[in-house]
Nanobody
Framework: QVHLAESGGGSVQAGGSLRLSCVHP????????MAWFRQSPGKEREYVAT???????????DYRDSVKGRFTISHDLAKNTLSLQMNNLKPEDTAMYYC??????????????????WGQGTQVTVSS
């Protein structure tokens, strides 16, 4: 079982920033898909951002429309850490955020069912 350790959630006012981190085991595949998803009570889990990590380099970041220009997904190979920088947060960003990992993935899906490994989640609450 792959263990993913998330951190960085919290409560902020609208317009504030948070940075989420997800530490993962050392990569053993040349290409991997990594992603952040979120889920609010009563709603389906939705993708926030995905990135391909190929030969240690993060490529092709992709974002859902509602977070484009505000969120940035990144990966630090030396620290085995996937991050999500979230700026200009809005109340509608309130959710439990999860990191997800697909070892060996070449084209990252935005569907949760294609990611076999998940973190425990970290809560983000944005007040107006």
């Amino acid at each position: 079982q792959v263990h993913l350790a998330e951190s960085g959630g919290g409560s902020v006012q609208a317009g504030g920033s948070l940075r989420l981190s997800c530490v993962h085991p050392s990569l053993t595949e040349s290409s991997n898909c990594m992603a952040w998803f979120r889920q609010s009570p009563g709603k389906e889990r939705e993708y926030v951002a995905t990135v391909e990590v190929e030969d240690g380099l993060a490529r092709k970041p992709d974002y859902r429309d509602s977070v484009k220009g505000r969120f940035t997904i990144s990966h630090d190979l030396a620290k085995n850490t996937l991050s999500l920088q979230m700026n200009n947060l809005k109340p509608e960003d309130t959710a439990m955020y999860y990191c997800a990992f697909e070892p060996g993935g070449w084209t990252c899906s935005i569907l949760a069912r294609y990611f076999p490994h998940w973190g425990q989640g970290t809560q983000v609450t944005v007040s107006s």
